[in-house]
């Protein structure tokens, strides 16, 4: 009698979340998983990393000069004084859009990114078009993100590596005056920080 090799039990669902979780519980069983380490890393992740942190940080550049030069010289210190500095974050720099200038991010390698600042990264930046097309044609993609530029702002594209990570600081909206870094970090989106978006009008 032919046996059926097949077992259905087994077999990983067709919906990602199921299989995500089909995947957990798997390693949990087989002891590969602590499911408490699994807890934390997905509460850090949820919750403590992600595009706030790097709002938090612009919106005191914004707010506060002295604050703005020493993250534009150094950040690493001050990072680090932020509890803001770790992996995927060891070595930044930020970079300032002004009237002139503006700049946006990319890793042509792999998916170099400020976790710590900015939480983890969006798929498209992990795509291979945008990889190859921000470099070689930066205007249409920033296009295609509905940022549009005067002919003759400058364009700089930065690339991000394993030993540097870039963080754009966004053109402070006008008319915030006033606003407390609460209300101002509220103005600072992910995709402005990449430099792929500008800081929100309104909230």
């Not at 604050?67 to 930044?92: C, I, K, N, S, W």
């Not at 295609?144 to 991000?160: K, M």
């Not at 590596?161 to 909206?173: N, S």
């Not at 509220?186 to 929100?200: E, K, L, P, Q």
């Amino acid at each position: 009698m032919p046996h059926d090799h097949s077992h259905p039990q087994t077999e990983l669902p067709a919906d990602p979340v199921l299989r995500v979780k089909a995947l957990e519980t798997l390693l949990v069983n087989k002891g590969l998983v602590d499911p408490a380490a699994l807890d934390e890393i997905i509460e850090t992740y949820a919750h403590k990393v992600g595009p706030q942190n790097g709002a938090k940080v612009v919106a005191k550049m914004w707010s506060d000069p002295g604050f703005r030069d020493a993250m534009l010289t150094d950040p690493m210190p001050v990072l680090r004084d932020m509890d803001l500095y770790g992996r995927q974050g060891e070595h930044m720099v930020f970079v300032e859009n002004t009237d002139t200038v503006h700049n946006i991010v990319v890793c042509t390698l792999c998916s170099c990114y400020p976790w710590p600042l900015l939480g983890i990264p969006p798929g498209w930046y992990k795509s291979d078009a945008y990889r190859a097309r921000v470099v070689r044609e930066p205007r249409a993609v920033l296009q295609e993100f509905g940022v549009s530029l005067p002919e003759d702002t400058v364009v700089r594209v930065w690339d991000s590596t394993a030993e540097t990570r870039y963080l754009v600081v966004p053109q402070r909206p006008a008319h915030t005056e006033g606003l407390s870094e609460e209300d101002l970090a509220a103005r600072v989106t992910r995709d402005s920080m990449i430099g792929t978006g500008f800081a929100a009008e309104t909230v």
